[in-house]
Nanobody, 124 residues
Framework: QVQVVESGGGLVQAGGSLRLSCAAS????????MGWFRQAPGKEREFVAAIAWNGGSTHANSVKGRFTISRDNAKNTVYLQMNSLSPEDTAVYYCAARNDYVTLSQSPRSYEHWGQGTQVTVSS
């Protein structure tokens, strides 16, 4: 079992950067693959990035080259570094944990544990 809590969201100007953090409870953090998703008003929740226990990762095409997911198993924390932000990135960002720690998934339905989300707003 694992509990996750996101932080680091806020208001930023276009072109700026934010670093989101996801703090996880439990002694077996490394036994979970982790993912970041986002949901804008009126839109479906969409995949942003995912990372396996050993650091292997994948990113959505819309954020490649701008966002980077990483994890520090010793600190029970996963991060999302967001650079070159644009208004299109405005959304609630969610951290999620998946019981299958070996493989990566882009489907929200494959993640069993979710945080409450943190708002990211990018102004023009």
């Amino acid at each position: 079992q694992v509990q996750v809590v996101e932080s680091g969201g806020g208001l930023v100007q276009a072109g700026g950067s934010l670093r989101l953090s996801c703090a996880a409870s439990g002694r077996a953090f490394s036994r979970y693959a982790m993912g970041w998703f986002r949901q804008a008003p009126g839109k479906e929740r969409e995949f942003v990035a995912a990372i396996a226990w050993n650091g292997g990762s994948t990113h959505a095409n819309s954020v490649k080259g701008r966002f980077t997911i990483s994890r520090d198993n010793a600190k029970n924390t996963v991060y999302l570094q967001m650079n070159s932000l644009s208004p299109e990135d405005t959304a609630v960002y969610y951290c999620a944990a998946r019981n299958d720690y070996v493989t990566l998934s882009q489907s929200p339905r494959s993640y069993e544990h979710w945080g409450q989300g943190t708002q990211v707003t990018v102004s023009s």
